[in-house]
C-alpha cells in the first residue's frame, strides 16, 4: 500500500500529501488526533476519464468510501475508549477492571454521562432521581396490555421507549423549538435541567419497561418500582415479586406477614457488574444509529426507540442467543473436542468468537467469568455454564483459534446474566428476553452519546453520509407496450400466500 521513502533527516509535519496521479496536483492533508477530515478530498477534482460517469462526479471531488464503516470516526467524543490491539476498555479514562470491581452500575452512569466519578453527595442525589422516575403512568398498563402474548419482547420494548416520548411534550424539540437541547451547550440552566429530567426517565423506567415486557410474556400483573432497592435489586424484585406481601422492608421488627422479599445480595450485585461491562462499547450500531437519529433533533425517547431497534438485530444484541444456541447444541463438555474439530471442517459454526474491534480477549469477558464462578457458587452448578468454560478453555489452547485471534469476545459470557437470573426461583426466561437484558444498561451508553452531541459547541448537523451511485445512467421512460419483462428471483415481486 506504502512505500517507505529514503531515510533522511525529516521534521514531523502532521500532515498527508496526496499526488492525484489523474492531474498531477499535489495536495496536503492536515492530520489531527491521527485523522484526517473527509471533507477535505472534496477539493481533489479531477476532469471525467473515459471510464468515469456522470454519475460519478469526477469534477465535484473524492468521496470517501467505505462500507460499513470500518475506518470513519463520525464524531469526536470523550465518553469511552477501546484499544481492540491490547484488550483495553476505559469508561472516561477509568479502566472497566477497576470499575467492575469498585463501583456500581448508577455511578459508572453518572460518570458517562458528565464526565467525573461523583461525590457522595451528587451520587445520593443522582441516585434518588432515577429510582424516583422508576414509575410508570397507569396507561403502561393497557398499553402492554395490547400486546399479544407471545409478542417479541424487543419489539414490546423498542415500541415503549417510542409510546414514552407522546407522555413529555416538554421534550419534544418539534414542539418546543429545535434549540430545545442543543442550547444547553451555551450553559443554559433551564435547558439542562430539562435535558437531565428526560436521563433520569430514561434510565429509571429502563428497568420498569423490560421488567412489563417480562411480566407480559408470564401473564402476570405488572409491579410498582420499589422503595429503599438498588438499581439491580429493583429489577430483580419487578421481575421475581409475586404478591402484595412480597414487598420490601427495611424494618427488622417481627412480622405476622411473611417475610419480604429482597433479591440475594450475591445476584443482586453480580446483575450490577454485569450493567457496568454492558453500559458503553464506543460507537456500536446501536449507539451510532442513536446519534444519526438525535442528529434531525427528535426527543430522546425516539432516538433511544431508534437504538433499541438497532440492537435487536442478530448481527448486535442478538449474537449472544446464538451462543446459547451452541451451548445447547453441544450439550456437554465431553462433546466440546468433537464439536471444535466440527467447527476446523467448517461444518459447525462457532458462536463468540473473535471481534470487530477486539483482537484479542475482550477485558469484559474475564469478569463475566469471574461472576459466574460467584453466582453459580450460590445457585449450584450450571451445566450450560461448565459447557461454556470446556470450550473457552479448549479454544484458548488451540493453536487454529489462537493463530486466528479467534479468542472468545464478551458475547460468549453474555448468556451468563441469562442464566442467573433464570437460576432465581419463578425466573425462566425464554431465551428471546436475553437482548432485553443488554438494552437496560445501554441506555445509558446511548443517553451520554446523545447528550454529548447536544452539548457540542459546534452544534449539531444532522448525519447525511454520501453514496456512489452505481445504477442505469439517464433513461427514457419505455411505454407497456414496448417494454420487455424482468423477470427472475430478486428482479419481481414475489408471490406469497395470504392466511387472512
Known amino acids: 500500500m506504502g512505500q517507505e521513502t529514503p531515510k533522511a533527516k525529516h521534521a514531523r509535519n502532521d500532515s498527508l500529501v496526496v499526488i492525484d496521479n489523474r492531474t498531477g496536483k499535489q495536495y496536503s492533508v492536515p492530520i ?3 485523522s484526517v477530515p473527509a471533507t477535505f478530498f472534496k477539493f481533489i477534482r479531477a476532469p471525467a476519464g473515459p471510464d468515469d ?3 460519478d462526479e469526477a469534477e465535484r ?5 467505505d462500507r460499513g464503516f470500518l475506518n470513519t470516526a463520525v464524531i469526536e467524543s470523550a465518553i469511552t475508549y477501546i484499544d481492540g490491539e491490547r484488550g483495553i476498555l476505559r469508561y472516561r479514562g477509568y479502566p472497566i477492571e477497576q470499575l467492575a470491581e469498585k463501583s456500581t452500575f448508577l455511578e459508572c452512569a453518572y460518570l458517562l454521562i458528565y464526565g467525573a466519578l461523583p461525590a457522595r453527595s451528587q451520587l445520593s442525589h443522582f441516585e434518588r432521581e432515577v429510582l424516583l422516575h422508576g414509575i410508570m403512568h397507569a396507561d403502561a398498563t393497557k398499553f402492554f396490555g395490547s400486546f399479544r402474548y407471545d409478542a417479541h419482547p424487543m419489539a ?11 407522555y413529555y411534550g416538554e421534550a419534544n424539540p418539534s414542539l418546543q423549538g429545535q434549540t430545545l437541547f442543543t442550547k444547553c451547550a451555551k450553559g443554559d440552566p433551564e435547558a439542562l435541567q430539562n435535558m437531565d429530567k428526560q436521563i433520569y426517565r430514561l434510565i429509571g423506567k429502563a428497568i420498569t419497561l ?4 417480562y411480566r407480559v410474556r408470564q401473564g402476570r400483573e405488572f409491579v410498582v418500582p420499589p422503595t429503599g432497592m438498588s438499581y439491580a435489586e429493583s429489577f430483580l424484585y419487578q421481575l421475581d415479586h409475586l404478591s402484595p406481601t412480597d414487598s420490601f422492608s427495611t424494618s427488622s421488627s417481627a412480622s405476622p406477614s411473611p417475610s419480604p422479599y429482597k433479591p440475594h445480595p450475591v445476584l443482586a450485585r453480580a446483575l450490577d457488574i454485569l450493567f457496568i461491562l454492558h453500559a458503553d462499547h464506543e460507537m456500536n450500531a446501536s449507539s451510532t444509529t442513536v446519534l444519526q437519529t438525535g442528529s434531525s433533533l427528535p426527543d430522546p425517547y425516539s432516538a433511544v426507540a431508534a437504538g433499541c431497534a438497532s440492537l435487536y438485530g442478530p448481527l448486535h444484541g442478538g449474537a449472544n442467543e446464538a451462543v446459547i444456541r451452541m451451548l445447547v447444541s453441544i450439550g456437554s463438555p465431553n462433546n466440546v473436542p468433537a464439536f471444535l ?4 471442517r467448517r461444518e459447525k459454526v462457532l458462536s463468540g468468537f473473535g471481534h470487530r474491534v477486539y483482537k484479542t480477549s475482550d477485558p469484559r469477558s474475564f469478569i463475566i467469568r469471574k461472576i459466574a464462578d460467584e453466582v453459580f457458587a450460590v445457585t449450584g452448578p450450571d451445566p450450560l455454564l461448565d459447557t461454556a468454560m470446556a470450550l473457552h478453555d479448549a479454544a484458548l489452547k488451540d493453536d487454529y483459534f489462537v493463530s486466528r485471534k479467534l479468542a472468545p469476545n464478551v458475547d460468549f459470557w453474555r448468556h451468563v446474566p441469562h442464566r442467573i437470573l433464570s437460576t432465581i426461583p419463578c425466573i425462566g426466561f425464554p431465551m428471546d428476553f436475553f437482548p432485553v437484558l443488554f438494552v437496560v444498561p445501554r441506555v445509558v451508553g446511548w443517553v451520554a452519546h446523545w447528550r454529548q452531541m447536544m452539548l457540542s459547541p459546534e452544534g449539531v448537523k444532522i448525519w447525511r453520509p454520501r453514496q456512489i451511485y452505481v445504477g442505469p445512467s439517464e433513461r427514457s421512460y419505455v411505454p407497456f407496450n414496448e417494454r420487455e419483462a424482468v423477470q427472475g428471483p430478486g428482479k419481481e415481486p414475489s408471490v406469497v400466500i395470504h392466511s387472512g
Open 32 to 34: 489531527t488526533h491521527n
Open 53 to 55: 460517469r456522470p454519475e
Open 61 to 65: 471531488g473524492l468521496r470517501v468510501a
Open 156 to 166: 414490546m420494548l423498542t415500541s415503549a421507549f417510542a409510546y414514552l416520548g407522546s
Open 210 to 213: 423490560a421488567a412489563m415486557a
Open 341 to 344: 474439530a466440527a467447527v476446523k
